[in-house]
């Protein structure tokens, strides 16, 4: 039988609901509230599975059976009004096995793999939103590498200059370190600070498929 993908789902008080595959990070998506977020969650797993097969886990995540919610928390306001989940899954709270973690670094050097081959091979100018909104793609670029650098990898100790974000080989140099640390707290079994390390890969991982995601959908390439 097939092994269930546990779901955790968080609901805001107003707009939306996060459903989070917290074994695959990166896999987490959000729907209105009223809406089924699972389902929403599940039209994603084609995507993520060019995810996964990029990491090297594609076979394992091919024979991955029905999404399962194991958990319901309550969101914060992030949740209501960009769609991020802001809790901590429970069993992102225990230590991971090394086969755990080997599987979830993959995941988010996959991830920003993706978004960096997404951001080169899309249109420069994006499909607006319906009120002619949206932003532009150098930005978006921009945003999704700074935000990491600016809050996510001080987290376990990284600190480097935000215009790293603007540079590709300083870049690529940042997120081994990043990557090395986060391996070290978990050799040391030391939090991301305030946060589970299991939810700052999660976090990271999210952020930069939902931004690679976006771009291609905006994307206006001819006949793509």
């Known amino acids: 039988m097939a092994e269930a993908v546990r779901v955790m789902l968080e609901t805001g008080r107003k707009k939306?609901?996060?459903?989070s595959a917290f074994d695959w990070p990166g896999w987490d998506r959000s729907a209105k509230l009223g809406e089924d977020a699972v389902e929403v969650l599940e039209t994603y797993r084609d995507r993520f599975a060019r995810?996964?097969?990029?990491?090297?886990?594609?076979a394992e995540?091919?024979?991955?059976?029905?999404?399962?919610?194991v958990e319901q928390v309550e969101g914060i306001g992030m949740t209501d009004y960009y769609g991020v989940s802001g809790r901590t899954a429970s069993a992102e709270l225990d230590p991971m096995t090394d086969a755990d973690f080997e599987r979830k670094v993959?995941?988010?050097?996959?991830?920003?793999?993706?978004?960096d081959d997404t951001a080169e091979r899309v249109s420069d100018e994006l499909r607006k939103g319906p009120r002619g909104g949206g932003r532009e793609k150098e930005r978006i670029i921009r945003h999704a590498n700074g935000a990491e650098i600016d809050e996510f990898a001080k987290k376990v100790g990284v600190k480097v200059p935000l215009e790293t974000r603007d540079?590709?080989?300083?870049l690529a140099i940042y997120r081994e370190e990043f990557a090395a640390a986060i391996r070290d707290h978990h050799d040391r079994g030391a939090p991301a600070r305030s946060w589970a390390l299991q939810f700052l890969i999660?976090?990271?991982?999210?952020h930069m498929l939902d931004?690679?995601?976006e771009l291609e959908d905006r994307d206006l390439t001819p006949d793509r």
């Not at 995810?51 to 886990?57: D, H, I, L, N, P």
């Not at 993959?106 to 978004?115: N, T, V």
């Open 16 to 19: 939306r609901v996060v459903a």
């Open 106 to 115: 993959a995941l988010l050097r996959a991830s920003w793999s993706i978004f």
């Open 61 to 69: 995540f091919a024979r991955l059976g029905e999404l399962d919610v």
């Open 211 to 213: 931004h690679a995601w």
């Open 202 to 206: 999660r976090r990271c991982a999210w």
């Open 51 to 58: 995810v996964a097969e990029r990491a090297g886990y594609g």
């Open 167 to 170: 540079d590709p080989e300083a």
